[in-house]
T-cell receptor, first 111, second 111 residues
Framework: GIQVEQSPPDLILQEGANSTLRCNFSDSVNNLQWFHQNPWGQLINLFY???GTKQNGRLSATTVATERYSLLYISSSQTTDSGVYFC?????????????FGTGTRLQVTL | KAGVTQTPRYLIKTRGQQVTLSCSPI?????VSWYQQTPGQGLQFLFE???????NKGNFPGRFSGRQFSNSRSEMNVSTLELGDSALYLC??????????FGPGTRLTVT
């Protein structure tokens, strides 16, 4: 199956700093999502980005599918950005879907 | 539009018992997937249902089963519970199997 690696595994930032989270995957995919898991466990959709670049406020993401990686940028980080960020991919065939998740990047933003 | 809902949110069971978890997808979504999250194994795919048919299954023992009803609501069942089944169980819904939206999860503790 597809392997998904995320880096770094842990990240500590001061409020206001910028960061880049990386997701590498081992095979071609046509689905890629970034999630933020809140302290209660819910996965919050950040981006659906099988290719290209998207921006949403302080967050942006880029996926280069041909080179099998995606990047999540967080600018001017806030304490509310703390939590675990997951990248998940799939090879959607039109008849079935199964997301394979990375192991996540645990982000802590301090004052 | 209401999000994905899961019930119950928390559950404590004893080894050997069985449990049923419920998931109501976003209105209009026909695909429902289930995932298990544990500290040791991370997020793992259990199964996916689309229009009442299981169309994809992860690598879990037969004690884990599911079904989907005509209104797209889904249930998953775990029989003969083991301590290792303690986990956060997440349900996701999707319009067509691509972008997935997750519910708040059911936290199951087996004692």
């Amino acid at each position: 199956g597809i392997q998904v690696e995320q880096s770094p595994p842990d990240l500590i930032l001061q409020e206001g700093a910028n960061s880049t989270l990386r997701c590498n995957f081992s095979d071609s995919v046509n689905n890629l999502q970034w999630f933020h898991q809140n302290p209660w466990g819910q996965l919050i959709n950040l981006f659906y980005i099988p290719s290209g670049t998207k921006q949403n406020g302080r967050l942006s993401a880029t996926t280069v599918a041909t080179e099998r990686y995606s990047l999540l940028y967080i600018s001017s980080s806030q304490t509310t950005d703390s939590g675990v960020y997951f990248c998940a991919v799939s090879r959607f065939t039109g008849t079935a879907s199964k997301l394979t998740f990375g192991t996540g990047t645990r982000l802590q933003v301090t004052l | 539009k209401a999000g994905v809902t899961q019930t119950p949110r928390y559950l404590i069971k004893t080894r050997g018992q069985q449990v049923t978890l419920s998931c109501s997808p976003i209105s209009g979504h026909r695909s429902v997937s289930w995932y298990q999250q544990t500290p040791g194994q991370g997020l793992q795919f259990l199964f996916e249902y689309f229009s009442e048919t299981q169309r994809n299954k992860g690598n879990f023992p037969g004690r884990f089963s599911g079904r989907q009803f005509s209104n797209s609501r889904s249930e998953m069942n775990v029989s003969t519970l083991e301590l290792g089944d303690s986990a956060l169980y997440l349900c996701a819904s999707s319009l067509d199997g691509r972008e997935q939206y997750f519910g708040p999860g059911t936290r199951l503790t087996v004692t």
